[in-house]
T-cell receptor, first 115, second 114 residues
């Protein structure tokens, strides 16, 4: 069974500083990897996804993530954080078994942005 | 086009009661998945429906059930509510069942069991 670990429960960065959120996964085959963001009281919005090909993927809102198979990691990065980026971020791995889909989520990282 | 619509947004129920939550997917989407989000357990997969058929089910007791109608709208039902069922229930729709089709999430239904 697949699993996802987000080691950082809470991160605080200053506005304009760079950001890296860590994600490690466990999955036997080539994973489908996702990063979602959730603002308070809202659903999840997809930031980016990796299925295959180029290991550096670009997403919305200036985010990018790099898939490193050797480290089983899919860390999310942003060069300059904006106050509006304050939210909770979830890494997820997708399993596709005989056409059935399910996402396994990490426990999330809450991002606080200081002015 | 309209996003995924979940109703109601908030719900308060008493232990032992049952509850039905509704999800209207994006027009044209035939796959609907449900997730439960709690502070303790995080986001957990409940079930997935495609063309009125349950294709996948997470590790939840039989008190949790769902269905999908011919118009792709989906409902989930929780019977004999327990305090631990208090959670944000999220629905996601996608155009297909493959993992390469993006899942769009609704804003969720916040269920409080008292």
């Amino acid at each position: 069974a697949q699993s996802v670990t987000q080691p950082d429960i809470h991160i605080t960065v200053s506005e304009g500083a760079s950001l890296e959120l860590r994600c490690n996964y466990s999955y036997g085959a080539t994973p489908y990897l996702f990063w979602y963001v959730q603002s308070p009281g809202q659903g999840l919005q997809l930031l980016l996804k990796y299925f295959s090909g180029d290991t550096l993927v670009q997403g919305i809102k200036g985010f990018e993530a790099e898939f490193k198979r050797s480290q089983s990691s899919f860390n999310l990065r942003k060069p300059s954080v904006h106050w509006s980026d304050a939210a909770e971020y979830f890494c997820a791995v997708g399993a596709e078994d005989m056409g059935r889909r399910a996402l396994t989520f990490g426990s999330g990282t809450r991002l606080q942005v200081q002015p | 086009k309209a996003g995924v619509t979940q109703t109601p947004r908030y719900l308060i129920k008493t232990r032992g009661q049952q509850v039905t939550l509704s999800c209207s997917p994006i027009s044209g989407h035939r796959s609907v998945s449900w997730y439960q989000q709690t502070p303790g357990q995080g986001l957990q997969f409940l079930f997935e429906y495609f063309s009125e058929t349950q294709r996948n089910k997470g590790n939840f007791p039989g008190r949790f059930s769902g269905r999908q109608f011919s118009n792709s709208r989906s409902e989930m039902n929780v019977s004999t509510l327990e305090l631990g069922d208090s959670a944000l229930y999220l629905c996601a729709s996608s155009s297909g069942t493959g993992m390469n089709t993006e899942a769009f999430f609704g804003q969720g239904t916040r269920l409080t069991v008292v």
